[in-house]
C-alpha cells in the first residue's frame, strides 16, 4: 500500500525560515531509516505559500488564478513523503517516528492504486494508459 503523508508545519513556515541544522539532521536521520527499510518512495519540502499559486475552477467559469501567499488557509502543507508499507498501522508507527516539532501535524492519505478502478474501467483501457504513462515517467528519471 502506497501512502501520502502530508506534513503541516505550523505558522512558522509560511516566513520561509528553514528548520535549523539539528532538526534538519534528525530528519536526513528519519528519511534515511525510511530508505533503507524500502519504505521512502519520495519525499521533499515545500516554499512557503507566498512563492505558490491556486488555481480555481468554478462551475461554469474559466480557471482563477490567485498567487499566494494564502491567508484563508489555517493549515498550509510544508511537505510531503510517499511511502509503500504493509498497511496502515505500520504508516502511522513510522511516522510517529518523524522528528517533529510542537504545533506540527502529519496527515496520512492511502493512495489509490489502479486495479481499485476497475469497476469504472470493464476493459481496463485505462489502467492500461496509466500503465504506459508510469512506465514512461519511470524511464525519463
Not at 541544522?21 to 507566498?50: I, R, Y
Not at 501535524?105 to 489502479?114: A, D, G, K, T
Request: charged share 30%; proline share 7%; aromatic share 8%.
Amino acid at each position: 500500500m502506497r501512502f501520502m503523508v502530508i506534513m503541516y508545519p505550523g505558522p512558522a513556515a509560511e516566513t520561509g525560515v528553514l528548520p535549523d541544522e539539528k532538526l534538519l539532521a534528525e530528519m536526513g536521520k528519519f528519511n534515511e531509516e525510511m530508505v533503507k527499510a524500502g519504505v521512502l518512495l519520495a519525499g521533499e519540502g515545500l516554499h512557503p505559500t507566498s512563492k505558490g499559486a491556486r488555481i480555481r475552477f468554478p462551475k461554469g467559469g474559466k480557471p482563477v488564478v490567485s498567487d499566494g501567499p494564502f491567508a484563508e488557509a489555517k493549515e498550509i502543507v510544508g511537505g510531503f513523503w510517499m511511502i509503500q508499507v504493509k498497511n496502515r498501522e505500520e504508516a502511522i508507527e513510522w511516522m510517529r517516528r518523524c522528528p517533529a516539532s510542537g504545533g506540527e501535524m502529519i496527515e496520512l492519505r492511502q493512495v489509490f492504486e489502479s486495479e481499485e478502478f476497475a469497476p469504472s474501467d470493464p476493459t481496463g483501457e485505462l489502467r492500461a494508459q496509466e500503465q504506459r504513462l508510469r512506465e514512461q515517467v519511470a524511464a525519463k528519471k
